[in-house]
């Protein structure tokens, strides 16, 4: 089922989330080609306002349909995954969890368990009020963060 989202005029939405990341290019290659994010902008030198320099040093905005971003910074420690600080994960809607999970590895992804899990795609019912069924899958970027693949099944019904 296709999930249709409507945004009430004003309101607040997600423009980016930031990822340090040990290579950045590694990076690029696994929003790219695993995830199918756009590159969309490229900073190399500094960001400045009012002639003084704010940020000096590369990054970059990956996008996934229109004004939602992933930015790029070169940092972070080899190791260092997204548990060891403060972003736990970050979860794409995405039309086919299988097809994301493969390409996702192939691009330098790592699977993920959780528990018992292995972190492979599943599907599962989220057991609220109401229940929904969805099918999902957890893969590590190649900065150590987190990322859920997120396929609904289900229509989310407000009660």
Do not use: K
């Not at 997600?14 to 040990?22: D, E, G, K």
């Not at 970059?60 to 229109?66: A, P, S, T």
């Not at 699977?111 to 099918?135: A, Q």
């Amino acid at each position: 089922m296709a999930l249709t989202f409507t945004r009430p005029p004003g309101a607040t939405t997600l423009m980016h989330v930031a990822v340090m990341c040990p290579d950045i290019d590694a990076s690029l290659r696994f929003y790219q080609e695993g995830l199918g994010f756009t590159r969309r902008y490229e900073f190399t030198e500094s960001a400045t306002r009012e002639g003084q320099v704010v940020y000096r040093g590369r990054g970059i905005y990956v996008e996934l349909e229109g004004h939602a971003y992933v930015e790029l910074f070169p940092g972070g420690r080899p190791g260092v995954t997204s548990e060891d600080g403060p972003l736990a994960h970050i979860a794409l809607i995405v039309p086919d969890v299988d097809e994301a999970y493969r390409s996702s590895l192939r691009a330098g992804g790592l699977p993920h368990g959780l528990g018992d899990w292995t972190g492979e795609p599943m599907s599962l019912t989220l057991n609220g009020s109401p229940e929904v069924d969805v099918r999902v899958a957890f893969v590590r970027g190649p900065a150590g963060e987190l990322i859920e693949l997120y396929e609904q099944h289900s229509p989310i019904v407000a009660r």
